[in-house]
Structure formats: C-alpha cells, structure tokens
C-alpha cells in the first residue's frame, strides 16, 4: 500500500512540475511578394495579422512579417518570421518563427525574443509549432513546456 501510495505522489508531482503553454494562432496574410527565378526557385515576402488564444487564458493580436526562399527540392522550403503580439491587457511578446519544410504545412520552432509583464519570463523559451494553410489563412499551434 506504501508503494502505491508513493508511485501516486511521484505521477501527481511530475504532472504538477511539468505543465505547459499552448498558443494558437489563426493568421491572415495581407500581403505578398514574390520574386520567380528562371530556376523555379522563389522568394517571397508575407506581411500578416491575426488573432491568438492561450491555454492561459488570454487573447490577443499578433503581426508578423516573413520571408520565405523556396527551391526546386521537396520540403526545403525555408521560413523566418518576427511577430510581435499583444494581450487584452496590453502586454507584448516577440516571436522568431523558423522552418525548413513544405510551406503548405510543416513544423518548426518558435523562439521568444523579447516579452515585457507576464511573458517576460517566456524569453529565450524554445517552443515547436505545427503550421497548415487553407487559402489565404494559417493555422498555427504550439507547444510549450514551462
């Protein structure tokens, strides 16, 4: 009974140290450009705006700006973006968005550069992220553990 009594607090305190943030975003691009080279390879410029949610409770809008090279090669695509969003309360957090995938969906990590508030203590956190696109829409989630 002492064994499973201890095997129970082990499980409940692993769970209580090891929780997680979860952010979700739901991106409009409003604007792109693009420069086709005569190889098939191209670079694009994305300027886009959305809305977030986190698993803390809070919600917010979120800007980013990116740019994506693509080659002739199958997922080798490869994406860099700085977002920055802020919260119903106006606190800010930055975003550098790296992946080198298919652009149409993919996974990658999502580093946070800079948060001022609640989100300060984000700074430096490394977090993967999984993307997929629906027309002019992205839908973005990720995964942190704290």
């Not at 692993?14 to 943030?21: C, D, W």
């Not at 098939?40 to 410029?45: A, D, L, R, S, V």
């Not at 919260?87 to 652009?103: A, I, Y």
């Amino acid at each position: 009974m002492k064994i499973l009594i201890l095997i129970v607090a082990l499980f409940l305190f692993r769970t209580s140290i090891s929780s997680s943030f979860e952010l979700e975003i739901y991106m409009h691009v409003t604007d792109q450009r693009e420069i086709n080279f005569p190889n098939g390879n191209k670079y694009i410029q994305l300027e886009g705006s959305a809305n977030w949610k986190d698993t803390q409770g809070d919600y917010g809008v979120i800007n980013c700006l990116a740019t994506i090279t693509t080659k002739n090669q199958k997922n080798s695509d490869i994406l860099q973006a700085f977002c920055e969003a802020k919260n119903q309360n106006e606190e800010k957090f930055w975003l550098n968005l790296n992946r080198t995938s298919d652009m149409e969906i993919g996974i990658g990590i999502a580093t946070y550069i800079y948060g001022d508030g609640k989100y300060k203590s984000l700074k430096g956190k490394k977090c993967p992220y999984a993307v997929n696109y629906f027309e002019d829409r992205m839908f973005y989630k990720q995964k942190c553990k704290l």
